[in-house]
């Protein structure tokens, strides 16, 4: 069992930065590849980025590669979402997930999954 806790979302203006964290409980959170997603209102829920287990492979959507990034601290049972150049289509409630075995893009292949936290882009 993981239970994982989101924070750091919050109002960003166009072009500016936001770091996401993600803290899980669990002594087997380092057996876990972990994803991001997000939602925004009226749409379905979104792949971000993941990251196997270990941390050796990164996975982003097109839509954000190159100005998020995404990392974990298996010791301290952490995953983080570092956010950069953020534009107003960014603008979601982000999800933390975790799944035993490999990285996934789909929603559906997550077996534990955060409350999310809002990020809202806006000037």
């Known amino acids: 069992q993981v239970q994982l806790v989101e924070s750091g979302g919050g109002l960003v203006q166009p072009g500016n930065s936001l770091r996401l964290s993600c803290a899980a409980s669990?002594?087997?959170?380092?057996?876990?590849?972990m994803g991001w997603f997000r939602q925004a209102p009226g749409k379905d829920r979104e792949f971000v980025a993941a990251m196997n287990w270990r941390g050796h492979f990164t996975y982003y959507a097109d839509s954000v590669k190159g100005r998020f990034t995404i990392s974990r601290d298996n010791a301290k049972n952490t995953v983080a979402l570092q956010m950069n150049s953020l534009l107003p289509e960014d603008t979601a409630v982000y999800y933390c997930?975790?799944?035993?075995?490999?990285?996934?893009?789909?929603?559906?292949?997550?077996?534990?999954w955060g409350q999310g936290t809002q990020v809202t882009v806006s000037s």
């Open positions: 997930a975790a799944r035993s075995g490999s990285y996934a893009p789909f929603p559906d292949e997550y077996d534990y």
């Open positions: 669990g002594r087997t959170f380092s057996s876990y590849a």
